[in-house]
């Protein structure tokens, strides 16, 4: 699995717990081992800007997912075919307002903002109902999942 972790950021971010949780999610989604994603931190003036240039919306958001090859989730029988995934960026001057306002830390809400990114990555959306059931469900799964493997490590 190759994740490309790459903080453009003035904020110091604990990079291998990321990276340890995308590919624990990347696992648990039954992806490729060859498959590539990347992840980019940048600060809030930078975020704006792509917040706007591909969303057309004003101010900084807390993350953003570019999909390359359109993968999708695999099974234990038939895992993703390896290609690339796509980016992930992430603001962690956003993330850090956010976690204070939901009372965890900055990486903590680092962690749920990279999940959310890698399922859009992987074609799960929560504009509808239904979806978001189905994305927010998965997206608590992975990180129980993920805190209770470092637990026992």
């Keep these: ?5 790459n903080n453009e950021s003035t904020i110091a971010v604990d990079e291998t717990a990321l990276q340890r949780l995308a590919a624990y999610a990347l696992d648990q989604l039954h992806v490729h081992p060859e498959a590539e994603l990347a992840i980019v931190l940048v600060d809030e003036g930078a975020m704006e800007q792509l917040h706007v240039q591909w ?3 004003p101010g900084p958001t807390d993350v ?6 359109e993968l999708r989730p695999g099974t234990e029988d038939a895992v ?10 992430l603001c962690p001057q956003v993330a850090a307002a ?7 830390s900055t990486l903590e809400e ?8 890698l399922l859009h990555l992987l074609g799960f959306d929560h504009a509808e109902p239904d979806e978001e059931k189905e994305m927010f469900g998965l997206q608590r799964d992975i990180l129980i999942g993920f805190h209770m493997t470092e637990r026992s490590k």
């Design 80 to 89: 993703t075919p390896a290609g690339l995934l796509g980016d992930i960026v």
């Design 1 to 5: 699995m190759s994740i490309e972790i």
């Design 98 to 104: 956010q976690a204070e306002t939901a009372g965890h």
């Design 55 to 57: 969303m057309d919306e």
């Design 110 to 117: 680092l962690l749920l903002l990279t999940t959310h990114g």
């Design 64 to 69: 953003l997912s570019f999909p390359m090859d």
